[in-house]
């Protein structure tokens, strides 16, 4: 006999071969990571609070310690070793707005942007005339490249006609009923299930159309649904709180060298790691039947990262220093694990296949049930029997663990820097960023203790991350006044592109501006400077997508799952501190 750790390890197997199976045509359905190499492939400026309040700009100007990730030739301008610490505090505000829907959120984080230290070393050597290599510097130091702190809550009054429903009955079309039934039964013996078709399933959300062959048994109705999708029995409010915790850090190994004072080269050695974490509630509300309908879910992704950068800047006259650098993509290994846990409440929902039949399939129209081949599935047998369901039942998803590589984009950024004699400066960057190098690979998924490792296929992300995304060019742009022998004053502006192509936006530009101020103190041997960054940006929200969306009489696909806007603030206050030795 087949014990019930081995049944599950069989029945987990059988998912994966059919899954396979699914993928060996033309057409490979994407995993839904691409969110995640895009979410992960885009950077805030960086830079100490001088830098900072220049608008991140500072490719060409050298001298800083924020050049050990900006630009490492600028390290060749350092002519003493330092000490450098940075801290500040983030505020990030949302709102959501939409029709019947409102809500905001805030967070507020305190943060390192970066800290480290620099070696500055004497001439290698010299003609005696002034020219050849004039030493150099070498930099350790550790940056914030991005920051996942975030809240987002808002509320729809009922007004969207779709539900979570929906996305559950796409979810289970294809799966045969007697597999959802064998994950029926081993959660009965204390195994969690594995998918969000297999908890609808168990809690009575999906029900399987009993036809009179095996075919027939892929497809499943929901609550009262019309022929177009919707319940009768409305949504009257709904939910959604999404909190995520988190950022992506660098290590950074460089090293700038001076040739004549004219002429500074560099390179750089990026070690990076991420941390997100994202929690998600959703509740849906009803007035009837199906009252209550939530998912809780837990997503953390963990990874490290490596890349390579190398810079230029070449100083013509003392007025003009020009720089560049390219910066190779980062090669990450990524893993991420999922958990969740499905919350339905009943109040006398009664289902009885037969009637449901008569009523929508009799007069052989496909149209009651999620069908996207059209398939007539009426069954003049089908069972004439009322289930009764009543009361609060809960499932839960087990740990799933996926591993994967991926690579985000490479960079090439260039500028330009003129100085006004010692009364201050202006800076300028130009950034170009290849997003469509961004790819995922080598994919695994592991379910709970009970599995080996299974591969995915990637090739539908990589295809959605080809076809929808595409490289994008920022500007940076800052000045410096200086006030007196030690005080200066600071402002600056900063704009990434939207990497999303406009077809594919649904008319929300994502692009980001940023406005920044500081001011700071400097000597021989100490310096403190303070920066003031306010950032915004749009983006949307859905708690979940539909493939079945509806057709206009005009033939135009009509998007009906909720769609929330989301509008974005963040202010930051930072602090550096510097001591040469």
């Known amino acids: ?88 505090m983030g505020f990030t505000g949302s709102s959501a707005s939409g029709v019947g829907t409102s809500g905001t959120g805030n967070a507020s984080k305190f943060f390192l942007p970066e800290f480290g230290i620099v070696w500055d070393h004497a001439s290698v050597s010299d003609n005696g005339k002034g020219a050849g290599w004039r030493g150099g510097a070498f930099s350790i130091s550790f940056n914030r490249l991005a920051d996942y702190n975030q809240h987002i809550s808002y509320t729809e009054d009922g007004t969207n006609r779709t539900s979570m429903l929906n996305y559950l009955e796409e979810a289970a079309f294809g799966v045969e009923k007697f597999r959802l039934d064998e994950a029926k039964s081993f959660y009965n013996q204390g195994y969690p299930f594995i998918a969000l078709d297999e908890m609808a399933y168990y809690l009575d959300l999906i029900k399987p159309i009993y036809g009179d062959d095996d075919e027939s048994y892929n497809y499943y109705y929901i609550l009262d649904r019309d022929k177009n999708g919707f319940t009768n029995t409305p949504v009257s409010s709904r939910t959604q709180v999404e909190e995520t915790r988190g950022g992506q850090y660098e290590t950074s190994f460089a090293y700038g060298a001076n040739y004549d004072d004219k002429f500074y080269i560099g390179a750089k050695v990026g070690i990076q790691y991420t941390n997100y974490h994202k929690t998600s509630s959703y509740v849906e509300l009803r007035d009837s039947q199906l009252t209550y309908l939530g998912l809780n879910e837990d997503f953390r992704t963990n990874g490290w990262g490596i890349n390579l950068q190398t810079g230029v800047i070449w100083r013509p006259i003392d007025a003009l220093r020009i720089g560049a650098t390219i910066t190779s993509p980062t090669w990450h290994t990524m893993e991420d694990t999922y958990t969740a846990t499905m919350t339905r409440d009943y109040n006398n929902y009664i289902w009885n296949d037969a009637k449901y039949q008569d009523a929508h399939f009799a007069g052989d129209d496909p149209s009651f049930v999620y069908n996207p081949e059209g398939k007539p599935l009426y069954n003049p047998n089908a069972s004439d029997v009322d289930a009764k369901y009543n009361g609060r039942r809960s499932a839960r998803h087990e740990e799933i663990r996926t591993t994967y590589n991926m690579n985000t984009p490479w960079r090439a950024s260039g500028g330009f820097s003129t100085f006004f004699g010692k009364k201050g400066f202006l800076t300028v960057d130009v950034e170009y960023v290849g997003y469509t190098a961004m790819k995922i690979n080598k994919m695994k998924t592991y379910y709970g203790p009970y599995s080996d490792g299974f591969p995915d296929n990637t090739e539908g992300d990589n295809e959605i991350l080809n076809e929808e995304y595409r490289n994008t060019v920022n500007i940076r742009l800052g000045g410096e006044f200086r006030v007196n022998k030690n005080f200066n004053l600071r402002a600056g502006y900063a704009f990434y592109q939207d990497p999303q192509k406009e077809e594919y936006n649904l008319g929300v530009d994502k692009s980001k501006m940023l406005y920044s101020g500081g001011l700071g103190y400097r000597n021989k041997a100490f310096y403190i400077d303070m920066a003031v960054i306010y950032s915004q940006w749009k983006g949307l929200h859905s708690p979940y997508q539909l493939d079945a969306n509806f057709v206009d009489e005009n033939g135009n696909t009509v998007l009906i799952y909720p769609i929330t806007d989301i509008t974005n603030s963040r202010t930051e206050v930072i602090f550096s501190i510097g001591k040469r030795f």
Do not use: C, W
Not at 16 to 35: C, P
Not at 73 to 78: K, M, T
């Open 1 to 88: 006999m087949i014990n019930n750790l081995t049944g599950r390890k069989l029945f987990i197997l059988t998912i994966f071969f059919l899954v396979s199976m699914g993928t060996n045509g033309q057409t490979y359905l994407a995993t839904g990571f691409y969110k995640d190499v895009v979410n992960f492939s885009q950077q805030n400026p960086m830079g100490t609070a001088r830098v900072r309040g220049l608008g991140g700009a500072g490719v060409s100007l050298g001298g800083d310690f924020s050049h050990g990730v900006l630009n490492p030739a600028g390290l060749g301008f350092i002519r003493k070793s330092e000490y450098h610490f940075s801290a500040g």
